[in-house]
Nanobody, 121 residues
Framework: QVRLVESGGGLVQAGGSLRLTCTAS??????HGWFRQAPGKERVFVSG???????QYADSVKGRFTISVDNDKNAVYLEMNSLEPEDTALYYC?????????????????WGQGTQVTVSS
């Protein structure tokens, strides 16, 4: 079974940048999504990408985050710029089922363990 591993989280000051990486243990043709979950809050959609590069973003991150895919490396990246304290959360990558509603966490069939992003003010 394919496994997902996230990396790249950390502590950064407001205005800073981080690059998250999600690496799959095998080739995946499904939709890839990034979600985040802050303490006490629901898991919410951040961004997603199809295997051929069609992207989607939550309104809260448009213009600041960029998602990309490298099929040769079985990897999806989330470049996060102009980070704000409100971006602090545990970030997860996930693989969507066929016909996924991209913003719906229950439509994702495989999740990574998450990587913590903390933005200080």
């Amino acid at each position: 079974q394919v496994r997902l591993v996230e990396s790249g989280g950390g502590l950064v000051q407001a205005g800073g940048s981080l690059r998250l990486t999600c690496t799959a243990s095998g080739r995946v043709f499904n939709y890839h999504g990034w979600f985040r979950q802050a303490p006490g809050k629901e898991r919410v959609f951040v961004s997603g990408i199809t295997w051929n590069g069609v992207t989607q973003y939550a309104d809260s991150v448009k213009g600041r985050f960029t998602i990309s895919v490298d099929n040769d490396k079985n990897a999806v990246y989330l470049e996060m710029n102009s980070l704000e304290p409100e971006d602090t959360a545990l970030y997860y990558c996930a693989i969507g089922r066929s016909g996924v509603v991209v913003s719906r966490p229950t439509d994702y069939i495989l999740w990574g363990q998450g990587t913590q992003v903390t933005v200080s003010s």
